[in-house]
């Protein structure tokens, strides 16, 4: 019984200094990224991925507080990397999109905010950039507020126009006239 409570205790550690490395990193990696200017979106992406690490970080240290075997471990992992290796070739959009997000991230110059038209012949797409995420870019329509998800690897693949005000102002049908 004494082992089991000594285990609790190391794992309420482990998820407070997870929880506190979480917030810090968070407001660090923000903080770090406004000095070098980088857009809102893009810092979004960054605090996402830190935090994915610091989270398989947390498992992996609850695992080892509970007693788990590192070749447990090395199976799972194999395992899980496995099933998603065959789910991605099942779905090859997935791993398109996924590494889309990245090249969207650190080599496209659309953020959030951004008025977009994708100009494609058969359904050309408007909106506003809403969200930046790891298989879509969120589009807010200006016909009601509607939210169009687009696949990234198709903001890639289809010519992008990223307006500016004057042409997203008259796209939304709000012209504004110098008054007189």
Known sequence: MELYKMQVLESVAV???YAVVHYLTKSFVNRSLKQIQLQRGRRKAVVKAVHLMTFVSAVFMLAVVWGVEQSEIAVFVGT???VLGIAFFAQWSLLSNFTSS????FAHPIKIGDTLRILDKDFPVDGEVSDLTYLFVHLKSFD????????NSLILQKSVLIMDRNAREALEGVV???SE
């Open 15 to 17: 998820l407070a200094v």
């Open 80 to 82: 899980t990397l496995t």
């Open 102 to 105: 990245v090249l969207l991230l």
């Open 144 to 151: 009601g507020g509607h939210v169009i998800t687009v696949p």
């Open 176 to 178: 504004h006239r110098p």
